[in-house]
C-alpha cells in the first residue's frame, strides 16, 4: 500500500506566485481530474475497462466487425458519466478563466464535466460521448441522442454510428490535437491535472510546454511523473487542490 501524499504548503504558495504572475496558462486534464465526480479512472480496479477489456469492446476493429457489442459497452460507458456532476476542481478551472487567467482546458476526458462547469472552448482531444457521428462517411450529428436499444444507423450512409468518443486505433479529432499542440507550444504555465501520462500523442503535450520554457505545476494523488523536468509538484485530488491553489493565486494576483 502506498502512503498517503500530503499537500506541501510551500509548493503551494510557489505554484500560486507562479500562476498569479502567468500570462498564458493552459489546464491539461486527465482521468484523475474526474475520480472525485464519481468518475472511476476505466483503467482502475474499478474502472470500465475491468468489465470490457478495451481490446475486445474499444478498438475500431472489434467496432466494424461487431458495432452491436460494442454499444452494449457504449451504454455502459455513457451510463457511467452521465451520472457524474463536476466537482470544485472543474469549477475552479471555470473560474480561473472567467477571471481572464486561464487560456483554455485541453483534456483527455470525454465525460463533458468542464464544459458543464463553464469552462469554454475546451479542447477533448479524446472526443465526447455529445451527439453521433459516422466513423465511414464522418457524418456528425451533434444533437442526436444516445439510443437505449439497437445500433443507430447513418441517415447518409445507412452503416452504424457511434458517440464522437474515440476509440482505440482511431483517429483523434479533427483539428483537436493541432490546437492543443498550438497552446501547448504557447503557454508560459501548464497545470497538469489528474494524468498519468500513459496515452500518447496526447502525453506529449507537457513535453512541448516544457521545451518552450513553461513552468509546470502538476496536481495529482500518484507521485508526479513530471518531477524530473523540474514541475512544481501538488499532492492532492483535483477537487481538493485546485480551489485552494486557484483561490490563492486569485488573491495574489488582486
Ligand atoms: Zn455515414
Known amino acids: 500500500m502506498s502512503r498517503r501524499r500530503e499537500l506541501c504548503l510551500d509548493s503551494l504558495e510557489q505554484a500560486a506566485q507562479a500562476l498569479a504572475t502567468s500570462r498564458a496558462a493552459v489546464a491539461f486534464t486527465g482521468a484523475g481530474m474526474s475520480v472525485e465526480s464519481g468518475i472511476p479512472d476505466f483503467r482502475s480496479a474499478h ?3 475491468r ?10 476493429s472489434a467496432f466494424s466487425a461487431d458495432p452491436a457489442k460494442v454499444w452494449v459497452m457504449l451504454r455502459a460507458m455513457v451510463g457511467v458519466l452521465s451520472a457524474a456532476e463536476p466537482n470544485p476542481g472543474h469549477q475552479a478551472l471555470a473560474q480561473l478563466q472567467r477571471m481572464g487567467r486561464l487560456r483554455r482546458v485541453i483534456t483527455q476526458n470525454i465525460d463533458g464535466l468542464h464544459r ?16 453521433l457521428h459516422c466513423p465511414s462517411c464522418t457524418l456528425r450529428d451533434k444533437r442526436a441522442s444516445i439510443p437505449t436499444r ?12 457511434k458517440p464522437p468518443v474515440v476509440l482505440f486505433e482511431e483517429g483523434l479529432p479533427p483539428g483537436a490535437m493541432g490546437e492543443a499542440m498550438r497552446l501547448a507550444d504557447a503557454c508560459d504555465l501548464m497545470l497538469v491535472v489528474g ?7 496526447v502525453a ?17 494523488t500518484e507521485p508526479g511523473h513530471l518531477r524530473r523536468e ?19 493565486a486569485l488573491e495574489l494576483a488582486g
Open 150 to 161: 439497437g445500433v443507430p444507423p447513418c441517415p447518409r450512409c445507412g452503416r452504424a454510428m
Open 195 to 201: 494524468t498519468s501520462l500513459a496515452v500518447y500523442p
Open 47 to 49: 474502472g470500465l475497462w
Open 230 to 248: 523540474g514541475a512544481i509538484e501538488l499532492a492532492g485530488g483535483a477537487a481538493q487542490v485546485l480551489p485552494l491553489l486557484i483561490e490563492r
Open 116 to 131: 458543464r462547469a463553464g469552462s469554454v472552448d475546451t479542447i477533448e482531444v479524446h472526443g465526447s460521448t455529445t451527439g
Open 204 to 220: 506529449s503535450l507537457p513535453d512541448l510546454a516544457i521545451r518552450a520554457g513553461a513552468t509546470i505545476v502538476e496536481v495529482n
Open 51 to 60: 468489465t470490457y477489456p478495451p481490446d475486445e469492446y474499444a478498438t475500431m
